[in-house]
């Protein structure tokens, strides 16, 4: 029984040490053998030298050419209205009423007072041509007319503020009172703003001042109307630079005939500059970003382990100048006619072996228009 049992232990220990040289054999011809990565599938794009206008990139405000909030200049109820929020009004039109019953007949007195000093000053002119008067007695008259045509002159200055007139063309905003309504001087009766043309209000740093001149083009975007530009040019340079921000204000002026942009608008303003620069220029998708220093991967002939050439990446870093749509510029570290990886740069060493598809390329622009805006 114990001889069967040792015979058994000495099979599986001989079985296992079989097993043993034949797994250690094929793990140092493993070893033995230079382990090759795959090639790693990558988009690539060939480097180009642009010629690019230079920007200036602001944040500003859209502003009425002409725009007032119209305040009540007397005090009264208002009897009547005669325009309706939103609606155009040209300079001089009534736009508010205000009950002026009391100066009316005010003025019919102020009148009938004129009237009769006319009468005596046309008697005294009489009587003064046959010296029956004093120079005095006709001074006085004379005093009473300028003084009854006084009175009558500021009565219909009084009524003629308690009608509201538009100082300008405009458009009328929304009313914040009623007819019947009791208003006291200078309390808001609605806004009214000049739309066509309309200024954007923004500043730039004043290391820029000398890059920006009256006359030069201005495009103007806002969120409401997405990508549609609007085109207008630089009308006024502030004479001082902001001592709290170094920046200085700039105005251009912007053509609204639809009157699409309103006063108060948030816009994105980019100021075309005269001179134009050569760049070169990638897709902002082949930049591997890193706090180390931002690189691009560059395809190109490279040797293996084996020693070798194959086509492969080489890790480039790079300097980053300014950036327009899709597209990034590259002041240092490239030269136009390389090659470069635009898609699977995350997946790439320096050295690795690489096989170009660009089957599915995507577009890369300066200037890009999203169908869906």
């Known amino acids: 029984m114990l001889k069967k049992f040792l015979i058994v232990i000495g099979g599986v220990l001989l079985v296992v040490a079989i097993l043993g040289v034949v797994k250690t054999m094929q793990i140092k011809k493993m070893m033995a053998t230079p382990h090759v990565m795959p090639p790693t599938s990558v988009g690539t794009v060939a480097v180009e030298s642009l010629t690019w206008n230079p920007v200036l990139n602001a944040i500003g405000t859209l502003a009425p050419v002409q725009g007032v909030t119209i305040s009540a200049d007397a005090d009264g109820a208002i009897t009547k209205i005669e325009v309706e929020s939103g609606t155009l009004v040209k300079a001089g039109d009534l736009l508010i009423e205000i009950d002026a019953t009391v100066e009316l007949a005010q003025l019919k007195a102020a009148e009938a007072r004129a009237d009769l000093s006319k009468l005596g000053l046309d008697r005294s002119n009489e009587l003064k041509t046959k010296n029956t008067i004093s120079q005095a007695e006709y001074d006085a008259v004379t005093a009473q007319f300028n003084q009854a045509g006084a009175d009558v002159a500021a009565l219909k200055a009084q009524i003629d503020k308690k009608r509201v007139r538009a100082p300008f063309d405009g458009r009328v905003g929304i009313r914040t009172v009623n007819a019947g309504q009791y208003v006291a001087r200078g309390q808001a009766l609605f806004p009214l703003q000049k739309l066509n043309p309309i200024?954007?209000?923004?500043?730039?740093?004043?290391?820029?001042?000398?890059?920006?001149?009256?006359?030069?083009?201005?495009?103007?975007?806002?969120?409401?109307?997405?990508?549609?530009?609007?085109?207008?040019?630089?009308?006024?340079?502030?004479?001082?630079?902001?001592?709290?921000?170094?920046?200085?204000?700039?105005?251009?002026?912007?053509?609204?005939?639809?009157?699409?942009?309103?006063?108060?608008?948030?816009?994105?303003?980019?100021?075309?500059?005269?001179?134009?620069?050569?760049?070169?220029a990638v897709p902002a998708t082949a930049i591997a970003y890193a706090s180390y220093g931002n690189s691009v991967f560059i395809v190109e002939q490279v040797k293996g382990e084996d020693g070798k050439e194959h086509l492969g990446v080489r890790q480039q870093f790079v300097k980053l100048g300014a950036a327009r749509g899709d597209l990034v510029a590259i002041t240092e570290g490239l030269k136009p006619g390389e090659k470069v990886v635009t898609s699977g740069v995350f997946k790439l060493r320096n050295g690795a072996p690489v096989v170009e598809n660009n089957s599915v390329k995507p577009e890369s622009s300066a200037t890009p228009k999203p169908a869906n805006t």
Do not use: C, H, W
């Open 199 to 280: 200024y954007a209000n923004f500043s730039i740093p004043q290391r820029q001042f000398q890059d920006v001149q009256i006359g030069q083009k201005i495009v103007v975007t806002v969120d409401a109307f997405g990508a549609r530009e609007f085109v207008g040019k630089v009308t006024a340079v502030n004479s001082e630079v902001d001592a709290s921000t170094r920046n200085i204000s700039i105005q251009a002026t912007l053509e609204n005939p639809e009157e699409l942009l309103r006063s108060g608008m948030f816009a994105r303003v980019t100021v075309e500059l005269p001179k134009t620069a050569q760049v070169v």
